[in-house]
């Protein structure tokens, strides 16, 4: 939860160094292009991993199909959340960019349901 919320934070920050000091585009919409761009960025990395796992050792199916399952509900985590933003952006009448910012915020808040053995 901690490294969500970091992330987050960061990603937060870095939205208003753009929109007050460079001037380029609104708050809410570089906390967007921050967020997707590494979002991406962390997609395409595993995508690498997968990759190179597959050319270094070539009988690792079983560690390349779980990477591809990770890729997979990563993006499936950013679909489904640019999608459920759009949708109360709909019911609400709220701006998308806000309606983003708390989304995201939210999922720093919710924390695996796995359970660590000590």
Same mark, same amino acid.
């Given at each position: 939860?901690?490294?969500? /919320?970091?992330?987050?934070?960061?990603?937060? #920050?870095?939205? /208003?160094?753009?929109?007050?000091?460079?001037?380029?585009?609104? @708050? !809410?919409?570089? *906390?967007? =292009?921050?967020?997707? %761009?590494? %979002?991406?960025?962390?997609?395409?990395? /595993?995508? #690498?991993?997968?990759? $190179?796992? !597959?050319? $270094? %050792? !070539? %009988?690792? &199916?079983?560690?390349?199909?779980?990477? *591809? +399952?990770?890729? +997979?509900?990563? &993006? #499936?985590?950013?679909?489904?959340? +640019?999608?459920?933003?759009?949708?109360?952006?709909?019911?609400?009448?709220?701006?998308? /960019? #806000?309606? =983003? @910012?708390?989304?995201? *915020?939210? @999922?720093?808040?919710?924390?695996?349901?796995?359970?660590?053995?000590?």
């Amino acid at each position: 939860m901690l490294k969500k /919320f970091a992330l987050w934070f960061i990603c937060f #920050v870095l939205s /208003f160094l753009v929109s007050d000091k460079l001037g380029l585009t609104t @708050q !809410g919409k570089a *906390f967007l =292009y921050i967020r997707l %761009s590494v %979002s991406i960025l962390i997609i395409l990395a /595993f995508i #690498v991993i997968l990759i $190179i796992g !597959g050319l $270094i %050792s !070539g %009988s690792a &199916a079983e560690a390349n199909g779980i990477s *591809f +399952l990770v890729v +997979l509900a990563a &993006a #499936v985590a950013l679909a489904i959340t +640019l999608f459920a933003t759009w949708g109360a952006t709909k019911l609400f009448g709220i701006d998308f /960019f #806000v309606a =983003y @910012q708390i989304m995201t *915020f939210g @999922q720093c808040l919710c924390t695996d349901s796995k359970k660590k053995d000590d």
